[in-house]
């Protein structure tokens, strides 16, 4: 895998850090794909939230009664209750609508993830652990040009603008 925000996690849950990584590259290729597989990912991480607490974990429950279950018991804030009901209205949203959806909904999604994932590294994985500052992640180009290219390519360009002026 390339470098991307979660590689840190990777020695502590290769599980998760591989989903984050998908999620990542998610964000400005298939913006719907990245907001269903979110709220998934969630649901995946309550669920060994609820194991970890040794809760009862049913698999009939929906991701909105296990959010309830956890806030009940005190093992969540407020910030990460509201970002788990984001993070799964989005991916509600984007399961049932059949409209293009916009990089700006899945950059959203991502940030709440970020507060979701902050929260469980430091009470589920190690507080020692650092979790990076939030930043958003960059758009990947299909072909980086190097300067050489670019020089090139600027080149043709002035040859051909100098042309159609003559």
Do not use: C
């Not at 669920?47 to 009664?65: C, D, G, R, S």
């Not at 758009?139 to 042309?163: A, G, H, S, V």
Request: aromatic share 12%.
């Amino acid at each position: 895998m390339a470098k991307y925000f979660y590689e840190f996690l990777e020695e502590h849950s290769e599980e998760f850090a591989r989903h984050l990584y998908e999620l990542e590259n998610a964000i400005y290729s298939s913006p719907r794909s990245m907001l269903t597989h979110s709220r998934t990912f969630i649901e995946m991480l309550l669920e060994k939230v609820m194991i970890h607490e040794n809760m009862q974990n049913a698999p009939f429950l929906t991701l909105h009664e296990r959010i309830e279950e956890l806030d009940e018991n005190g093992l969540l804030t407020r910030e990460v209750i509201n970002a788990l009901h984001e993070v799964r209205k989005l991916g509600n949203i984007a399961a049932h609508d059949t409209r293009q959806f916009r990089f700006s909904e899945s950059l959203t999604a991502w940030e709440h993830i970020y507060t979701i994932m902050k929260w469980f590294v430091e009470v589920y994985v190690s507080y020692d652990l650092e979790v990076p500052d939030y930043v958003d992640p960059i758009m990947k180009q299909e072909q980086p040009y190097d300067l050489e290219e670019m020089t090139l390519r600027f080149n043709r360009i002035e040859e051909l603008l100098k042309q159609s002026l003559e």
